[in-house]
């Protein structure tokens, strides 16, 4: 019932021009013969931090992954700003203005920072040859400005490989950032940051709000979720198990919410 | 982000990191001039007459051609066994279309114009079949390339059935600026020529290098090589890439098979037999890792005038014959192990 019923929404918001920007319809994942996503079918709307919750293995990363074309979804739909995405891939949601932070941060080690940060969108001419002065420079914009990398000791051109943890992040964060974008997907983007650098994270996400923009931000730290979200998706095993208001519900509240539900298999 | 990181935090300064990053170029570089100087101290007679380094530009070549394109796939992280045996398949696809076409002018192309283009066509077909296999079938690299290996030969066994083909009348005839484009010999001075496939190699190697330094495709070998998830997250085509790699080989393959040919007018069976390790060799002593994410074109090319001028050098240097694959592989040996060694140091 739900699939032509929400069809049909998705098509008249596009018409009337108030689509949500991100909408998922029915969307299921399969690894061979497991169901990782069950027809979940949620909304992001513009200008919105929407914060995903879910327990270890919920399908939190697949989701996103549905979302930003590395896994294709084995069935449902996807519409973006109204329109359905038909041929999905990285590149395509990366032109649609999604960026992403990946829980596994997605840096090659051996490559250097300047690599890294233009990987799979790197200035070059019509034959492909890359414009690595540019590309450098604005590496260096990125690392010195958003970043806030003083040290002199690491450079454009030093490899990923002799970098903290922190600074991975760091990369990983202000790639996503810098290339400007109407979604931004942050998957467990504070996990070993040290608590100025959290800080730093949730002050960029309250700023993609400022700016308009809106961003999906995935944390198993309720504290750090509440105060920058206006809603939650919880997912639980597969499935979108409730979507809560922040207005509707305490930090206190949903946190006893997602303990509940891992001992009780129910969102109450 | 990281400002207490980076500033409790110091790694090697920046200079020491542009020395590390060159570091096998500069390991590969001093071992290719002490090679060398041995030889000339070794053996001056030899080493101080043109005549043997004419004979390494004749035969180096062939060798570092294939190595050259080698190095891309095993920067992926890859191997392509099948190379030797598409070697022969694009020479004998050359040979043959050259000697059955000689009277007719197919699409208006001369006949060994004709073979030239079928044998290199052969060579992107056997990169593609070893693609199918290896990305699309998803099988180990080397298991795929072992099975082509065979089947290739397998092909040119079947269809010269033990017969060379000789390619002599292509020197003179018609398309004698053809032949002589591919393994002419340029008269540079009085007693000097230069063989044409030395600056194929040369040219070859420069575009090599500048694809892998700055082209998108290099930089993507190597992403693909070191990270391949992290690759494809970030929107590299990795099937793309590596079949591209895999075509890259089979045509250098065809095309070294097809100079080999014509700078020996003659298209024998068993070509390319010999030619595997070496050619393994030299992108190995270059420095490229076989765990892919790191490759150098430059040590490739140095790593084939070494593999290159081994045999003849051992021999002037007044050893026997059959010491030659012991001084191969105390090279080998010795090169990945300081790599090993430099490489570790550095991380
Ligand atoms: N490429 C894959 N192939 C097979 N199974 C996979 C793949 N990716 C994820 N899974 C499985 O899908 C399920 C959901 O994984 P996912 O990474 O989406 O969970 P998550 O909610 O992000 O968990 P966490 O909070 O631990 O990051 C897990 O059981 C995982 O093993
Ligand atoms: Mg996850």
Request: aromatic share 8%.
């Amino acid at each position: 019932m739900a699939e032509a019923n929400l069809q049909n929404e998705a098509a008249e918001a596009a018409a009337k021009g108030d689509a949500p920007l991100l909408q998922m319809v029915d969307v299921c994942k399969r690894f061979g013969g497991v169901q990782v996503l069950d027809n979940v079918s949620l909304e992001i709307g513009s200008n919105e931090i929407v914060g995903l919750v879910g327990d270890n293995g919920a399908g939190k990363s697949t989701l996103i992954k549905t979302i930003t074309g590395v896994h294709l979804p084995t069935s449902g739909d996807i519409y973006y700003k109204g329109e359905k995405i038909s041929i999905h891939s990285v590149k395509k949601s990366r032109k649609l203005g999604i960026e992403t932070v990946y829980q596994e941060r997605a840096l090659a080690d051996l490559q250097t920072i300047w690599q890294n940060m233009f990987l799979g969108r790197e200035i070059t001419n019509k034959l492909g040859f890359m414009n690595i002065k540019e590309e450098k420079r604005q590496s260096e914009l990125m690392m010195r400005e958003h970043m806030g990398f003083t040290s002199k000791a690491i450079t454009v051109d030093t490899e990923v490989e002799f970098l903290s943890g922190g600074e991975k992040q760091g990369i990983a964060i202000s790639r996503a950032l810098y290339f400007k974008a109407d979604l931004i997907i942050l998957d467990e983007p504070t996990v070993a940051l040290s608590l100025s650098e959290t800080q730093r994270v949730q002050e960029f996400i309250l700023d993609i709000k400022r700016r308009g923009h809106s961003a999906i931000y995935i944390s198993h730290s309720i504290y750090l979720l509440y105060p920058v979200c206006d809603r939650f998706i919880v997912l639980d095993r597969g499935r979108v198990a409730g979507v809560l208001d922040k207005k509707d519900v305490t930090q206190d509240e949903l946190q006893e919410k997602m303990v509940n539900l891992v001992k009780t298999g129910v969102l109450a | 982000m990281g400002e207490q990181a980076v500033i409790t935090r110091l790694p090697e300064p920046t200079f020491k990191q542009k020395i590390a990053r060159s570091k096998i170029e500069i390991s590969i570089g001093i071992v290719t001039v002490g090679v060398f100087l041995v030889y000339l101290i070794g053996a001056p007679q030899v080493f101080t007459h043109y005549q043997i380094y004419y004979s390494f530009m004749t035969t180096i070549p062939i060798t570092g051609i294939l190595a050259l394109a080698l190095t891309f796939v095993i920067t992926l992280g890859e191997i392509d066994m099948s190379f030797p045996s598409v070697m022969a398949l694009g020479g004998l696809t050359m040979s043959t279309v050259y000697s059955n076409m000689s009277s007719v002018d197919y699409f208006g192309i001369p006949p060994l114009t004709l073979g030239i283009l079928a044998g290199l066509g052969v060579g992107i077909l056997c990169g593609l079949l070893n693609s199918l296999l290896i990305v699309g079938f998803g099988i180990p690299s080397i298991v795929g390339s072992i099975g082509t290996q065979f089947f290739f030969r397998g092909l040119v066994n079947v269809i010269a059935a033990g017969a060379g083909i000789s390619m002599l009348a292509a020197q003179s005839g018609p398309e004698s600026g053809v032949y002589f484009a591919l393994a002419g010999k340029i008269q540079v001075t009085e007693g000097a020529r230069l063989p044409m496939q030395f600056l194929w190699f040369i040219g070859l190697g420069v575009l090599c290098l500048v694809i892998a330094k700055r082209h998108r495709f290099g930089l993507h070998v190597s992403f693909v090589g070191d990270n391949k998830l992290a690759a494809q997250m970030m929107g590299v085509n990795v099937p793309r890439v590596r079949i591209t790699a895999y075509v890259i080989t089979g045509l250098a393959a065809a095309f070294a098979g097809i100079v080999s040919n014509l700078e020996v007018a003659y298209f024998y069976p068993s070509q390319g037999e010999d030619i595997m390790l070496p050619a393994l060799a030299a992108v190995f002593i270059g420095g490229t890792s076989v765990l892919g994410g790191r490759g150098s074109v430059v040590g490739t090319f140095l790593g084939a005038l070494i593999m290159g001028s081994l045999e003849a050098g051992i021999i002037s240097l007044g050893f026997d014959g059959f010491w030659t694959k012991v001084f191969y592989g105390l090279i080998i040996m010795v090169s990945v192990s300081v790599y090993s060694f430099v490489m570790k140091k550095s991380t």
